[in-house]
T-cell receptor, first 110, second 119 residues
């Protein structure tokens, strides 16, 4: 069964502190891994995907296939990073549908 | 707005009534997904279409739920005889689909959602 675990419901950090949002997944095949973000009163949107290997808004995520993890990191949190973050794998054998974790609320305090 | 559009944004209905939601995809996208999201949870997959064909339905989709995508364009999700447990945000997402293997077409674009409240 496909499953995603985001162990922290809420992560509260001070501005300028490092951030790591954890994600572990169980998914058959070789899925593509995504992080989606939802800012207040906005729609769910893609933050980054593992195959692009790029840094978006200072965030990076490394796929560890051995540990089946895809943790999201940022060295210096900004107040505008406050949002709900979802980790989600998707794969061709499953119609590319996203399987979401419960999400982690990131709150960056000034 | 050229993104995914959902209508209505909010719906309040009495228990036992039928409701229908609509999703208009990004025009070139041939895959369309419906998700349901309740408070404190991530979106849960309900069903998806490739063009007009409904290819998968979650076991979450009871017999009271039906989805259509005539002509492979917009989609509707109908809930019959609504129950209070149906109260949730219903999200639609679309992507390019097609082809085999992983490609940029796997990025899903979401609508704003329809918030259903059953009283």
């Amino acid at each position: 069964a496909q499953r995603v675990t985001q162990p922290e419901k809420l992560l509260s950090v001070f501005k300028g502190a490092p951030v790591e949002l954890k994600c572990n997944y169980s998914y058959s095949g070789s899925p593509e891994l995504f992080w989606y973000v939802q800012y207040s009163r906005q729609r769910l949107q893609l933050l980054l995907r593992h195959i692009s290997r790029e840094s978006i808004k200072g965030f990076t995520a490394d796929l560890n296939k051995g540990e089946t993890s895809f943790h999201l990191k940022k060295p210096f949190a900004q107040e505008e990073d406050s949002a709900m973050y979802y980790c989600a794998p998707a794969g061709v054998p499953h119609g590319n549908k996203l399987v979401f974790g419960a999400g982690t609320i990131l709150r960056v305090k000034s | 707005d050229t993104g995914v559009s959902q209508d209505p944004r909010h719906k309040i209905t009495k228990r036992g009534q039928n409701v229908t939601f609509r999703c208009d995809p990004i025009s070139e996208h041939n895959r369309l997904y419906w998700y349901r999201q309740t408070l404190g949870q991530g979106p849960e997959f309900l069903t998806y279409f490739q063009n007009e064909a409904q290819l998968e339905k979650s076991r979450l989709l009871s017999d009271r739920f039906s989805a259509e995508r005539p002509k492979g364009s917009f989609s509707t999700l109908e809930i019959q005889r609504t129950e209070q447990g149906d109260s949730a945000m219903y999200l639609c997402a679309t992507n390019g689909g097609g082809g085999q293997g992983i490609s940029r077409n796997t990025e899903a674009f979401f609508g704003q959602g329809t918030r259903l409240t059953v009283v």
